[in-house]
């Protein structure tokens, strides 16, 4: 099933569109089923959990942090992850920097940008996104990479409220893209992707319709 479900989501979005698998709350036998296919990318919301999936799966999964995420949980997963999507105050990439720094590497984030109209999601004002950019403190953070914004738009069925919401954000990601070498823009969901894709995402994350719904909502 999962295996059928990737593929046909992979047959609807153009190849330039990165796929994260979102693997939260599902087991690592899963995520087996998805990597023996050929699929490296995948997400999870927890660090603890990426932590123990990592210990257990192949070495080659590209690793994506895309929930909320605590300054004090980033050392335990510096050494190994691919991007982390969430990334919504300085004092948090500040942590990142040096949690990087200790594992000699650089690692790439996006920060999150506050799209939905409803007020109980995480993340950055564009104001606050400009402010971090242009500060010469971010400019001398050589353990992390900027490379892009995440969004989350509202839940909803409202189309047009969607396209507004991702059409905000892919202008802000637009305005910032030359300057600062953006190339990911990372939005969409399982009920959104295809908008978002039109709108101008490049990377989405899709959870349930390829590993099927969650016991519990997060
Ligand atoms: C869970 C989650 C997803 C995937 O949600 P689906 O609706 O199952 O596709 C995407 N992004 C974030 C940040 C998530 O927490």
Not at 9 to 30: G, Q
Not at 134 to 142: G, I, M, R, V
């Amino acid at each position: 099933m999962i295996a059928e479900n990737l593929k046909k989501v992979k047959s609807e979005i153009p190849d330039k569109v990165t796929l994260i698998a979102v693997s939260k709350t599902k087991p690592v036998e899963d995520i087996l089923e998805a990597y023996n296919t050929g699929h490296r990318d995948f997400g999870e919301n927890k660090v603890q959990e990426m932590v123990d999936k990592y210990e257990r799966l192949p070495k080659d999964i590209q690793w994506h942090m895309i929930g909320h995420l605590q300054r004090n949980k980033v050392k335990y997963m510096a050494h190994f992850v691919h991007l982390i999507h969430g990334v919504d105050s300085f004092k948090l990439l500040r942590e990142i920097n040096k949690q990087a720094k200790k594992c000699d590497r650089v690692i790439d984030c996006l920060l999150q940008a506050k799209i939905a109209e409803e007020d109980s999601k995480f993340g950055l004002s564009f104001e606050e996104i400009t402010q971090i950019l242009n500060s010469d403190e971010f400019k001398a953070l050589e353990n992390i990479r900027v490379i892009g914004l995440m969004g989350m738009a509202t839940f909803t069925d409202d189309e047009e409220q969607l396209k507004r919401e991702f059409e905000s954000l892919h202008s802000k990601y637009k305005y910032h893209q030359t300057e600062y070498r953006f190339d990911t823009l990372s939005m969409g969901m399982s009920g959104d992707y295809k908008l978002a894709i039109d709108h101008g995402s490049t990377m989405i994350r899709i959870g349930s319709s390829i590993f099927g719904a969650r016991n519990y909502q997060k």
